[in-house]
Structures are given as C-alpha cells and as structure tokens.
C-alpha cells in the first residue's frame, strides 16, 4: 500500500523534473538562438564589407582589395575567418587562403542564407550574401559594363559559440539540479509536517478500543480540512460506544429475563420431585411449567423478530394498505383486554388511509402501540385510536395513562427498557416499543411520542410528507 507521503511527493517531484527539463530546454534554446542571432548579424556586416571592397570596373572585370575589408592575417588566423566571392555562375574567384572551397561546393542559393559547417573538426558558421555591383566610371568607348551581382560568403569558427552554450548549459545544471533538490527538500518537509498531525492521529485511532471507551481524536492541531474529519470519526467512534454499551445493556437484559421464567421453572421442577404428587398436583404444576414455557419462548419469538429487523433482513411485501381496516381490526383483538381494566376505548377512523407498506408488519406495529396504551393506562381510563389523511397519512394510538417523564423519552424505543422497572414483572418485556419503531424505520418513517406525566401519552406515525 503507497503511502499519502508518496502519493502527494512522487506526483509533485515528478512534476517539478518535468518543468525543470523543460525549462531547461527552452532556456538553452533560447541562449543559443539569441547567441547564433549575434554571430549572424556579425557575419552579415562582415559580407557587406567584403562585397563594398568588391569594384566592377567598365569593362567588366572585377577589382578586390583584401586591405579594405580590414580583416588581417592575424584575424583570419585566429578566428578561422575566410571570405569568398562567386559570380552568378558560381565561379569562385576570389577567396580568402583558409576558405573550404569544396565545403561550399559549386552550387550557389538563389537567396542569402545562414548555416553551418563542420571542416576538419572545426564548426564553422557561414554567411552567404548577394551583392550588386556597377561599374563606377564609364568606359573609353563611351560603353558601360552591365551590373552583376555576387555571392559573398563569410564564415567564422563556431567555437566559441559552442563553448559558451556548454558552460550555460553546465551552469544550467549544476544550478537546476541544485534548486530541484531544494525544491524537493521543501515540498518534503511540508508534506511531513502536514502528516504529522495524522501519524498522531493514527496512534490515538489505535488506544480507542472497549477497554477505552471515553478515549476520542484529538482535534486540536490539525488542519481545517482534517479537522472535520476529525469531528465526524469522533461522532462515528460516539455512536460505535452507544453502540456497544447498548450490547452491554442488552446481554445483561436478556440474562436478566431468562433468569426470572428459568428459575420459576427450576423451581416447579424441584417442588414437584420432592414427594410423590397426585395426578391432579403433577398437572397443576406441568400447567404452570407450560406457561412460563410459553412466556419464554414469546420472550425469545420477539428477540428473533427484532434481531431480524434490525439486520435489515425483512424483504418487505410493499402493496396498498389501509391504515383504518389495520386499526380497526387491531382494536378488536384487543378488546377483551381493555375490557378487563374497564378502558374506554375509542376509535375516530373516517374512510380509508391508504398507504404503501407490509400489511403484516403494520399490523404487528399498531398492535404493540394499542397493546402498550392499555398496558399503561389505569383502570376506567380511555384509549383513542386515529386515522387521518391529506399530504401525508398517519396513524395517532393517545391514552390517558401515566405518560412518561421527558429524561425517559428518547430511551423508551430501546430494547428492554421500561421507565418504570417496577412494572418488570408485569408481564411486559420492553420489546414492544422498540419492534414497532424497527417496523416503522423499514418503511422509511418513525414513532413520534409525546407525553405529560400523569395525563397521558400520544405515539404517532407518519407516512409520506415532511414528517416521514
């Protein structure tokens, strides 16, 4: 796995080498083009003054004096220098004693032109340039020679060109390679700098753990952009401590819930294998063992269920569903149960609701709301069941019951949580709530509660709109 110091440095450095390259290359160019650009204009002025000493005399015959270019010996010698001068035809007649005659070779351009030779070794830049000329005085015959142009070709040695575009491209170099190097150095430094905050942040990540369950990001010290990131992980590794002592809570829960139906069965066991039993006794307690069997395994029934849900492994059967027919079909097989608290029981259920949902499951959900109203509603109390529809559609279950206090509000939809633990034994298992919140999430809405301690509660939940 490459590590973020190389995935940010590799990229950069490689970028960097490309426009140092480059840069060079351009740069070098350049040096040599403006240089060439100076030793060409001085070519050209040297072939303007070989062909000014060039002089056509009247009867055609061509003049040249070497004197009056100002060009000794000496200079030739030194510089390499040569001049020559070729008529339209090509002849070479006249030419310096150092001039590459068969460099130049016969054949001469229809225009100037700049280029370069290489002769024994030496470079050589030469100038090629035409010039007319007329005679200056006329002839004795009162006739004139024609004008007549000439190629005047000049050339130096190129040495010291070359010599001073190596040392620029050396110093070029030496002083890139130095400057990459600290451009790199520094791009490096930065990077690990940044990093640092991360490799700290890495070894923090590593003392999170059950065994720490407060240890958290530290999200001072880094960057902005970091720092939100930072937060979020912080938020996630929150939820993952809720998360896990939720677990914690639920293992001592069920162990406490298995414990009471268990040893209410170890108990009749030992109590009926103490002596001999009649018949009549041995069914009492059998009875009595089947009971507790059945509260156990609705106990375990509901676990499963609601471990089911909330692995999201419910293929929902999504069709058209009538909230009022669910309500109203729910409340009668919850009758006979208010009726025995003498709870009033009222329905305001007008024409259908419809909505898109699992009809089973919807039914499971209102059934364990109006079971928990009448759960938790004294006595000659009243429970209402409603429907409404317009933008969204919902159900409403209000009781005039206890209520529940606001600290217990946002924890009454956990598993085996009830606000009061005095009703423990009551029968109820705190598994109701938290199924039909589970029912209404798979369905893309929520439970929304609301209650005052004393006069009642109110569970509701929405179906499309805002609310959902």
């Known amino acids: 796995m490459t590590s973020l110091r190389s995935r940010i440095l590799i990229p950069l450095i490689a970028l960097t080498g490309v426009i140092f390259a480059l840069f060079g290359v351009i740069a070098e160019r350049a ?12 070519l050209l002025v040297m072939a303007q ?14 003049e040249f004096e070497p004197e009056d270019i100002g060009m000794s010996p000496a200079e030739e010698e030194r510089d390499h220098a040569f001049y020559a001068i070729q008529d339209a035809s090509g002849f ?11 460099e130049l070779g016969s054949v001469v351009p229809a225009e100037g032109e700049f280029r370069r030779l290489q002769v024994d070794g030496l470079p050589l830049r030469i100038c090629r340039h035409w010039v007319e000329r007329k005679p200056e005085d006329e002839a004795e015959d009162g006739e004139t020679a024609p004008a007549e142009s000439f190629l005047v070709t000049v050339g130096v040695s190129a040495t010291n060109l070359d010599a001073t575009v190596a040392s620029f491209r050396n110093d070029l170099l030496l002083g890139g390679a130095a400057l990459f190097v600290v451009l790199t150095l520094v791009p490096l430094l930065v990077v690990t700098g940044a990093l640092r905050g991360l490799q700290r942040l890495s070894r923090e990540a590593d003392r999170i753990g059950p065994e720490a369950p407060g240890c958290r990001l530290e999200e001072e010290g ?21 998360a896990h002592e939720r677990e914690k809570r639920f293992s001592g829960d069920v162990a406490h819930e298995l414990r009471t139906p268990l040893s209410a069965i170890r108990t009749r066991c030992e ?5 001999p039993r009649t018949t009549d006794e041995l069914r009492e307690n059998l009875q009595s063992v089947l009971e507790t069997s059945k509260r156990l395994g609705r106990l375990v029934e ?8 909330q692995r999201q492994g419910v293929e929902l059967s999504l069709r058209e569903t009538d909230l009022s027919e669910i309500a109203r079909d729910v409340m009668s097989l919850h009758g006979e149960e208010a009726e025995k608290k003498d709870i009033s029981v009222r329905m305001e259920v007008g024409g259908p609701v419809i909505v898109q949902g699992d009809e089973d499951l919807l039914r499971e959900c209102v059934s364990n709301l109006i079971h928990n109203a009448i759960r938790y509603t004294p006595n000659r109390g009243q429970v209402t069941v409603s429907t409404w529809n317009g933008s969204a559609a919902g159900i409403v279950v209000r009781d005039t019951g206890v209520g529940i206090e606001k600290e217990h509000l946002d924890k009454i939809f956990d598993r085996f949580y009830r606000a009061d633990p005095a009703r423990g034994g009551s029968g109820s298992y705190g598994l109701g709530l938290c199924l039909a919140q ?6 893309g809405t929520r439970i929304r509660v609301e209650s005052t301690p004393g006069k009642g509660s109110r569970f509701e939940v929405v179906f499309g709109g805002d609310e959902a």
């Open 92 to 102: 070479m007649g006249i030419a310096s004693r150092n001039t590459p005659r068969e």
């Open 302 to 309: 509901r676990m499963l269920l609601l471990s089911r849900y």
């Open 222 to 242: 880094v960057g902005t952009e970091v720092a939100a990131l930072v937060a979020a992980l912080n938020r996630a590794v929150d939820r993952l401590a809720q």
């Open 49 to 62: 003054d070989v062909g000014s000493a060039v002089e056509l005399l009247p009867s055609g015959d061509v």
């Open 438 to 443: 589970e029912i209404a999430r798979l369905h």
């Open 271 to 275: 109590v009926a294998l103490r002596r």
């Open 31 to 42: 040096v040599t083009r403006e240089l060439t650009r100076g030793l060409d204009e001085k």
